[in-house]
């Protein structure tokens, strides 16, 4: 598929309107870190798809009214949020033809912390752009629902290329791989009856080590791939994984499961050391939950491991299989205590 297949039809019949839309957010499990021009993925990728946190969007489109952008964030405007989405609505006017025919007011809240290292651009972007589709759906001739699906998936890629991938359930995969169907331009679920049922249910409870802005940006972070000299070593890593990846899946092979994951994880870090300038987002904090975690599972044997996004809070995950209980009371008595103030996202992978 060509982005010539997601043009907007020319013919259509605006009125002004408000709808509201929720998405979720997302942990990528195979990383992606480094892209191309028009958000265009250097690596593919795969992420589970959360429960609990999300964004909920309401979007009033004012029709006829000179085009502008509100935004307003638990209440409060955000003024530069707003430059950034309107200059988003321009580089998709291609694709939704009526969308600079009015005014917007967006008001949106997440079920989670700011700065709680849960992808709220991923959701954010993801809502609104399934905000857009339930517009053009009213203002074209509605397509499929798989197919409006797709193109929102589309869409929400090009303001955040993560959010591509939180538009549906589960695991998910964005980038040409070898999963059916996967593309570079919007994200796929990856098969149902393709996953062992372990990984049907799975816990992700983030740690807050640190609640602050981050002193680089994942889109800066990004730009650094452009000269690290071992990026493309690493790029062909991120494919070559999925290969094991689809056979523990597959197969249930847990532990198989725990070192990919972590191994991720910390190539996804030891990319931004080597990155010029480097930068470190980790903090000592997370360095002691990662080494409590491996010193917990030599000694138990018991499944709790950890992903990291671009910051320096610790998605820690465990199955519901038996011996949660155990790595709970673990996580609370010993590893809060690494958090900025206790803080911690409880929340779990959504089927």
């Known amino acids: 598929m060509t982005t010539q297949e997601f043009l907007g039809k020319q013919e259509f ?70 430059e950034k989405i309107e200059k988003y609505f321009k580089n998709i006017e291609q694709y939704l033809p009526w969308i600079l025919e009015g005014k917007y007011v967006i008001r949106t809240e997440n079920t989670f912390p700011h700065s709680s290292g849960i992808a709220s651009s991923a959701s954010g ?21 798989e197919e409006s699906l797709k193109k929102a998936s589309f869409l929400a890629r090009l303001g955040s290329g993560s959010a591509c991938r939180s538009l549906y359930d589960g695991l998910v995969v964005w980038g040409q ?34 609640e602050g802005q981050k002193t680089v940006s994942s889109t800066v972070g990004h730009g650094l791939m452009n000269t690290n000299p071992y990026a493309e070593r690493r790029f062909l890593e991120a494919r070559e994984n999925f290969g094991p990846m689809k056979e523990i899946l597959e197969n249930g092979d847990l532990q198989s499961f725990i070192k990919l994951v972590e191994h991720e994880a910390l190539t996804l870090h030891a990319m931004m050391m080597m990155s010029d300038p480097a930068f ?6 997370t360095l002691e939950v990662i080494n409590k975690v491996w010193d917990f599972r030599r000694e138990t044997g018991l499944p709790l491991f ?13 199955p519901n299989a038996g011996s949660e209980e155990q790595i709970k009371s673990f996580i609370e008595t010993e590893l809060l205590q690494h958090t900025q103030n206790n803080g911690v996202v409880k929340d779990v992978m959504k089927f």
Do not use: R
Request: proline letters at 3%; glycine letters at 4%; a negative charge.
């Open 280 to 285: 470190i987002l980790m903090k000592v904090g």
């Open 125 to 145: 972007f993801g809502a609104i752009a399934k905000c857009l589709m339930k517009i053009d759906d009213v203002f074209s001739d509605k397509t499929s629902d």
């Open 306 to 318: 950890f992903t990291l996004d671009a910051g320096a809070n610790v998605h820690l995950l465990f």
């Open 177 to 210: 791989s070898q999963v059916k169907g996967s593309s570079d331009l919007y994200a796929v679920k990856y098969p149902d009856d393709e996953i062992h049922e372990i990984f049907k249910d799975f816990n992700d409870w983030v740690l807050l080590i640190h």
């Open 13 to 82: 019949t605006i009125s002004s309107q408000t709808v509201s839309e929720s998405c979720p957010s997302n942990i990528a499990l195979i990383k992606y870190w480094g892209k191309y021009d028009n958000q265009i993925p250097a690596n593919p990728s795969i992420s589970y798809t959360l429960n609990h946190c999300k964004t909920n969007t309401t979007l009033e489109f004012l029709a006829g009214e000179p085009f502008s952008v509100q935004t307003f964030l638990a209440g409060n405007e955000e003024v530069k949020f707003a």
